[in-house]
């Protein structure tokens, strides 16, 4: 697809749904001695979802694992739709559609595994994170430059933002 065409699928957004492990993290999962998980998650990739979100664009998350650590990161940056412990992600992204109102032909998705497949092929816009497994990046309308936990999450919220023409305006104010 060249960028023109993307740019036009892109503008079409209206809600993008991300992975978690692999995608808003490097996929690495770390634990203490008593089991308790954690995760490092990249600040700009935070401040590209609340930007996005600012933007008019809805944002979701869907893992097939469940992480509180997920969900307090989720809360701080006001993602109202977190779906955890979906390894099979179809029944969440149905909930989704039935919980905003927004059809997946105005959905974008991205991801990096195999789990992912089944949600990437029904959206609008699948996405894929440079450094996602290969079948997926397959089945990606778009790759991202920089690999899951480290800014993918930032492109993809700057790509929406432009195709929807609204980047300029949201850059803008913290020019003044």
Same mark, same amino acid.
């Given at each position: 697809?060249?960028?023109?065409?993307?740019?036009?699928?892109?503008?079409?957004?209206?809600?993008?749904?991300?992975?978690?492990?692999?995608?808003?993290?490097?996929?690495?999962?770390?634990?203490?001695?008593?089991?308790?998980?954690?995760?490092?998650?990249?600040?700009?990739?935070?401040?590209? $979802?609340? #930007?996005?979100?600012?933007?008019? *664009?809805?944002? =979701?998350?869907?893992?097939?694992?469940?992480?509180?650590? @997920?969900?307090?990161?989720?809360?701080?940056?006001?993602?109202?739709?977190?779906?955890?412990?979906?390894?099979?992600?179809?029944?969440?992204?149905?909930?989704?559609?039935?919980?905003?109102?927004?059809?997946?032909?105005?959905?974008?998705?991205?991801?990096?595994?195999? $789990?992912? #497949?089944?949600?990437?092929?029904? *959206?609008?816009? =699948?996405?894929?994170?440079?450094?996602?497994?290969?079948? @997926?990046?397959?089945?990606?309308?778009?790759?991202?430059?920089?690999?899951?936990?480290?800014?993918?999450?930032?492109?993809?919220?700057?790509?929406?933002?432009?195709?929807?023409?609204?980047?300029?305006?949201?850059?803008?104010?913290?020019?003044?």
């Amino acid at each position: 697809m060249d960028h023109r065409q993307l740019l036009e699928q892109a503008a079409a957004i209206e809600l993008v749904i991300f992975d978690v492990d692999g995608v808003l993290t490097d996929g690495r999962l770390f634990f203490d001695q008593k089991g308790r998980e954690y995760k490092a998650f990249h600040a700009r990739d935070g401040h590209g $979802l609340k #930007l996005l979100r600012r933007s008019g *664009v809805e944002t =979701a998350v869907i893992s097939g694992r469940n992480s509180p650590s @997920v969900a307090q990161r989720c809360d701080s940056l006001g993602i109202q739709h977190v779906y955890q412990g979906y390894e099979d992600k179809p029944p969440a992204l149905e909930a989704l559609t039935q919980a905003t109102g927004i059809g997946v032909e105005r959905m974008a998705y991205v991801g990096d595994d195999i $789990l992912d #497949l089944p949600v990437m092929r029904r *959206v609008h816009l =699948a996405i894929a994170v440079a450094d996602a497994h290969f079948v @997926v990046k397959r089945h990606a309308h778009w790759i991202t430059q920089t690999p899951g936990g480290h800014g993918a999450a930032r492109e993809v919220c700057d790509l929406i933002m432009q195709a929807r023409g609204r980047f300029d305006d949201i850059i803008g104010g913290y020019l003044k």
